[in-house]
């Protein structure tokens, strides 16, 4: 049983760990500087939101509602990112970050985190406007008190890029497991929040679904070099 644990271990984690742990043990803080700036960045905002002056500020930088005008939304959704969420601890915007975010600039580049990222975002913020069309009597609705609700900040971007990473480095497991807690988010507490994390995730695999179309004709045709060998490092298999 532990043989069969440790090569399930292996196969679902093994590039990803490597890669990460790899990463970090040459670079250490310098593999991943926008991961910093972003944790400094949403640091900032929830100290100045708290302020008695500063939090209409943050809300006039960040914070996007599905009752914004359309080019107001798209104008602060390079913030909203970074903008913590009023109703959940910032600790836990933090740690979603800094873990997240970390793991996927190490992965993938920075500015691919930052492209999936707000692919993810984006897909929440449309999903809220037209979920208010459809009306709280359909199933993919949202009622009407939802136009006044702010996006869920950064956790959008953090489900997408989890997805994202999860098939990028074939952790199929992990990446379904976090799709069923978001779903499962949505049965038992079935708010804007919930079903914007569903938005993105369908955001991202449909992303990830034209890419693996777009590989397959050109590794078919012999375009691409073959894949690279994996070297063995204690145990886990990585990239050379």
């Known amino acids: 049983m532990s043989g069969t644990a440790a090569g399930f271990a292996r196969r679902e984690w093994g590039p990803l760990y490597g890669t990460v742990r ?11 500087p926008m991961t910093l700036g972003a944790v400094a960045l949403t640091s900032v905002f929830q100290v ?5 002056w ?10 996007v509602r599905a009752t914004d005008p359309l080019w107001l939304a798209l104008l602060r959704t390079p913030l909203s990112l970074f ?12 740690a979603q970050i800094l873990l997240v975010f970390g ?9 691919r985190t930052l492209l999936i990222g707000y692919v993810a975002t984006l897909a929440g913020t449309t999903y809220a406007r037209v979920g208010l069309g459809m009306g709280a009597v359909h199933p993919l609705g949202l009622p009407d008190s939802d136009r006044l609700v702010n996006d869920t900040g950064p956790s959008a971007a953090v489900v997408g890029l989890a997805v994202y990473v999860c098939w990028r480095y074939r952790a199929y497991w992990t990446g379904g497991l976090v799709v069923l807690v978001m779903v499962i988010e949505v049965l038992v507490k079935n708010n804007l929040a919930g079903k914007e994390h569903l938005a993105a995730i369908a955001a991202v695999l449909a992303l990830c679904g034209v890419l693996a179309l777009r590989g397959r004709p050109r590794q078919a045709s012999g375009a691409l070099p073959p894949a690279p060998r994996l070297k063995r490092r204690r145990g886990w298999e990585l990239p050379p």
């Open 103 to 111: 793991i996927a600039e190490i992965c993938i580049g920075w500015w």
């Open 48 to 52: 100045v939101q708290n302020q008695p």
């Open 22 to 32: 790899d990463a970090l043990v040459r670079r250490r803080w310098r593999a991943a």
């Open 54 to 63: 500063g939090f209409q500020f943050v809300q006039n930088l960040g914070s």
């Open 83 to 94: 903008v913590p969420a009023l109703d959940l601890p910032v600790w836990g915007a933090l």
